[in-house]
């Protein structure tokens, strides 16, 4: 079967371009028109994408399409109320991520209902709607009715059955193609922390663990790399300069310090990791962490959010309110895989075979034929 397929991604986030750029490639019988705004201005963005492609994009989207695929953070209800001719088109919402458990300290967003708001209409007059992990559904539908039972007409008897019936298909993994070998440094751990540098990562718990590793002079060498933006939270250049220390004492070359914009030579770094660690505050399915796996790195994660879903406990330390707990915590499981390393053993590795291509492939070609246009 052969479709015309319109996409749309209101926010497009380097995880949101991943999985939009693999969905097409997964799929390539079907004829793709993709259209992309931008991570800026999150606000505007998510309330006025219906306005920018209603008005702007007239053309493209008034084209006879078999199935329209949008992010949560399209407007969706706006735009098919812009262009009647979208409605008549089975959709599909994919949430990366929601609202309703965005880390508390981005004022914005915590005292404007709209990005939650957004997201709920454009699932509620979808055809289907897709979540990236069973954590995110969850708190999707938590925060749903959390706020239905704030309004004071009873929605939640209505409109939660609706949602509920919704399902989790992950964004899939690249397809790791055989790289040179890269040298890997025996007589250390090689640690890579590769996230979005904002602060709902929490780069004041990853401040703490450099500083552990610095004070004890351990033979570990921390890569910090991942997207940036304008404004990076000021832990980072604290970082940086410690690990330069670091770096000097024990006379070794420093770890890779900021975005690395080559795919290959970033795949070429995850491979000769040891360990890939997550600080984070916030994830809704840990794709950075999960690409290192692939890799053959050693995941270390928080014990809450998405990654009890997929990570044994041997990956896992517990989550603490106290910065200074949750880093020794991290800290000592470094240390006791950096003995293994030095010993000649292998670490422990995480098996995400249900996040590759070749598995989730069937599960979205289901949803796809289920609701396509038959021409």
């Known amino acids: 079967m052969r479709g015309k397929i319109l996409l749309l991604s209101a926010y497009d986030a380097s995880s949101h371009k991943q999985w939009r750029e693999r969905l097409a490639s997964m799929f390539p019988q079907h004829d793709w028109t993709q259209l992309a705004l931008p991570p800026r201005h999150f606000n505007w963005r998510i309330r006025g994408n219906s306005l920018q492609w209603g008005f702007g994009e007239f053309d493209a989207l008034h084209t006879q399409y078999d199935l329209l695929i949008a992010t949560s953070m399209v407007d969706l209800s706006s735009l098919r109320g812009f262009l ?83 399902e989790v298909i992950p964004v899939p993994l690249p397809v790791i193609d055989t790289l040179s070998q890269t040298t890997s440094d025996n007589s250390l751990l090689e640690v890579i922390w590769n996230h979005r540098w904002e602060y709902d990562k929490d780069p004041g718990l990853l401040l703490q663990v450099v500083r552990l590793i610095t004070e004890g002079k351990i033979p570990i060498r921390l890569h910090i790399v991942g997207e940036q933006f304008r404004l990076r939270p000021a832990e980072f250049e604290q970082m940086q300069a410690l690990l330069r220390q670091h770096a000097a004492t024990l006379n070794r070359a420093e770890g890779e310090f900021g975005f690395i914009d080559n795919r290959q030579d970033y795949y070429a770094l995850l491979q000769r990791g040891d360990v890939v660690l997550s600080t984070a505050l916030h994830d809704f399915q840990g794709l950075a962490l999960q690409e290192a796996c692939a890799f053959g790195c050693t995941p270390l994660a928080p014990d809450n959010l998405v990654y009890p879903e997929y990570l044994a406990a041997q990956f896992l330390y517990p989550a603490q309110n106290q910065t200074d707990s949750a880093a020794q915590h991290i800290f000592s499981r470094l240390a006791e895989w950096l003995k293994i390393k030095l010993a000649g053993a292998d670490l422990p590795k995480a098996d995400l075979k249900e996040f590759s291509q070749s598995e989730l492939q069937a599960k979205y070609a289901a949803v796809f034929s289920r609701l396509m246009i038959q021409r």
């Open 84 to 166: 009647p001719c979208l409605a008549q088109i089975p959709s599909i919402v994919y949430f990366h991520e929601n609202q309703f458990v965005y880390p508390a300290g981005v004022k914005q967003r915590k005292e404007n209902v709209e990005p939650q708001l957004i997201p709920l209409y454009a699932a509620l007059c979808a055809d289907a709607v897709i979540f990236n992990s069973e954590y995110n559904r969850r708190t999707f539908l938590a925060g749903a009715r959390r706020l239905f039972q704030k309004l004071p007409d009873d929605l939640a008897t209505t409109l939660l059955p609706r949602l509920e019936k919704s």
